[in-house]
């Protein structure tokens, strides 16, 4: 089966014309078909036209037409990135019946090189949370135990690509929104640096942070992926002008002489010993590799989530100040008065995690509170930074659990915003840091739950954290085990 292969291997099969682009999608539909019902991974797909798109692609490879670096892939994308086909929800009612004008770069940068975007997966609302619980459209379950979440806020890019259900995915990532589903669903989920991927076209959750990244099964996916869609882009002003290097030339050549960081800070008694033993296995496999690993410190990781809750949620309180009621997005149906208006739109289209952290950076940057919340995060902000750059003066790349624990039953910390917010202690300093990020299994619970491996690495040292992550995968089977076959359809939970 088509769904089976890694991306780079379908694709060479299209291309050589071993497996037709037209049988690979329907093939995906199909697959889509057994799983949805029971995952939930997708807000909307788009199967006529991904046959269109795949007899198209069909027909110039038999008239010997050169085709793209992602010829007939089937691609997802995270339900926050706007096309002009389909709705772009952002998975809430503020936007349910929103259609862009315009495409986002990333997603022009997917159809040029070929691929076939089988659908936009769901989040939740606003890119906000570490479970996909809070989708005003249902929650997405997890491909390796339904009764479990897969992680957030790229969730439905996760489950769909852990389940086979598209070659890979694009997820964006504020605080962690990449790698941690990515490690509780046991596939391979990259946070490039800040600037080497477009966000024009991305719904912005708080700019400063947000990235659009790769989520495959292999490293070379997520490479092949990058590939795609980095490099400067004018419509953003914070776009890095230069050409991103090709990350799949050295790939397969391990590094020499690497000296690997082990933070204590990521070794507390919030990591589970499942995945504690897990990661230090894989210290363990690169140290006999040759790696030397160094202690360090990164001291103010434990102020990272305080910023990371008061610079995200003041930038997200200005960014969706502008869903109304009046511009665009849902509006009241019988408002009183103007005020009414606003009030009741933004009340009744906005879910409580939304409105929860826009109420906590409206009032971060509110006049007698700003010096005291927001102007301190950034201070912090330059603290955590600052740790980062000497480390980095000690080691070529930070290694560590992605996530304290494995994925949790849904609904098992939807009653505590800060048991949730602690899913992501490990993942947030990257993003305040602006530094690249990588998770990749290494290994599974027990209970049959991957458990992930971060990577951190030094501003645009991509090419190099994907050949040290490489290093590793060629010697481990993780990323070859699938999940068991789709459980009967169940209901989804309503929103």
């Known amino acids: 089966m088509s769904h089976?292969?890694?991306?780079?291997?379908?694709?060479?099969?299209?291309?050589?014309?071993?497996?037709?682009?037209?049988?690979?999608?329907?093939?995906?539909?199909?697959?889509?078909?057994?799983?949805?019902?029971?995952?939930?991974?997708?807000?909307?797909?788009?199967?006529?036209s991904a046959l269109e798109q795949a007899r198209q692609i069909d027909r110039r490879r038999a008239d010997g037409e050169p085709l793209g670096a992602l010829a007939g892939l089937p691609i997802a994308i995270k339900d926050n990135l706007c096309t002009t086909f389909g709705a772009t929800t952002c998975s809430s009612k503020?936007?349910?019946?929103?259609?862009?004008?315009?495409?986002?770069?990333?997603?022009?940068?997917?159809?040029?090189?070929?691929?076939?975007?089988?659908?936009?997966?769901?989040?939740?609302?606003?890119?906000?949370?570490?479970?996909?619980?809070?989708?005003?459209?249902?929650?997405?379950?997890?491909?390796?135990?339904?009764?479990?979440?897969?992680?957030?806020?790229?969730?439905?890019?996760?489950?769909?690509?852990?389940?086979?259900?598209?070659?890979?995915?694009?997820?964006?990532?504020?605080?962690?929104?990449?790698r941690q589903p990515a490690s509780l669903c046991g596939i391979v989920g990259v946070k490039p640096t800040y600037g080497l991927v477009s966000r024009y076209g991305l719904v912005a959750f708080a700019s400063s942070l947000d990235q659009i990244g790769p989520m495959a099964r292999t490293v070379g996916?997520?490479?092949?992926?990058?590939?795609?869609?980095?490099?400067?882009?004018?419509?953003?002003?914070t776009s890095w002008p230069q050409p991103p290097p090709d990350y799949l030339a050295d790939l397969e050549e391990p590094l020499e002489g690497v000296r690997l960081g082990l933070p204590r800070e990521f070794t507390d008694e919030r990591v589970q010993p499942e995945v504690a033993a897990a990661v230090r296995q894989a210290v363990e496999f690169y140290r006999g590799q040759g790696a030397d690993i160094v202690p360090v410190s990164l001291p103010h990781t434990r102020y990272g989530i305080a910023a990371y809750y008061v610079i995200a949620p003041a930038e997200a309180s200005s960014n969706l100040a502008r869903y109304d009621g009046v511009h665009y997005g849902y509006r009241t149906a019988h408002p009183e008065d103007l005020y009414d208006l606003y009030a009741a739109s933004r009340a009744e289209g906005f879910g409580p995690e939304v409105q929860r952290r826009i109420m906590l950076g409206t009032y971060a940057?509110?006049?007698?509170?700003y010096d005291a919340y927001y102007l301190r995060a950034l201070k912090i902000r330059q603290l955590i930074k600052r740790d980062f750059d000497e480390a980095f003066k000690q080691c070529d790349f930070l290694v560590g659990a992605t996530s304290p624990t494995v994925?949790?039953?849904?609904?098992?910390?939807?009653?505590?915003?800060?048991?949730?917010?602690?899913?992501?202690?490990?993942?947030?300093?990257?993003?305040?840091?602006?530094?690249?990020?990588?998770?990749?299994?290494?290994?599974?619970?027990?209970?049959?739950?991957?458990?992930?491996?971060?990577?951190?690495?030094?501003?645009?040292s991509e090419p190099r954290m994907l050949r040290l992550a490489r290093q590793y995968e060629k010697h481990h089977d993780w990323h070859r085990r699938r999940p068991p076959p789709p459980p009967h359809a169940t209901a989804r939970t309503p929103a």
């Open 221 to 237: 996916d997520a490479a092949l992926l990058l590939q795609v869609i980095a490099g400067p882009d004018p419509r953003d002003s």
């Open 4 to 48: 089976d292969l890694t991306a780079r291997e379908l694709r060479d099969r299209i291309v050589a014309g071993g497996l037709s682009c037209e049988q690979a999608i329907q093939e995906t539909i199909e697959a889509i078909a057994s799983w949805e019902g029971s995952l939930h991974a997708f807000n909307c797909t788009f199967p006529d």
């Open 94 to 178: 503020m936007l349910a019946n929103f259609h862009s004008p315009y495409q986002a770069t990333v997603v022009e940068k997917l159809l040029g090189a070929d691929a076939v975007i089988i659908g936009k997966t769901n989040l939740d609302e606003f890119a906000m949370g570490s479970s996909t619980e809070n989708s005003a459209f249902g929650p997405t379950c997890n491909p390796w135990n339904t009764r479990c979440v897969p992680g957030g806020s790229s969730g439905g890019s996760a489950a769909a690509t852990a389940a086979g259900l598209c070659a890979a995915a694009l997820g964006s990532d504020t605080g962690g929104s990449i």
């Open 365 to 369: 940057l509110s006049s007698g509170y």
């Open 407 to 460: 994925a949790f039953e849904l609904g098992a910390k939807s009653s505590d915003p800060l048991a949730m917010y602690l899913c992501d202690v490990f993942t947030v300093t990257c993003n305040i840091a602006g530094i690249p990020g990588l998770s990749l299994p290494c290994g599974f619970s027990a209970a049959g739950l991957p458990i992930g491996l971060q990577l951190l690495g030094p501003a645009f």
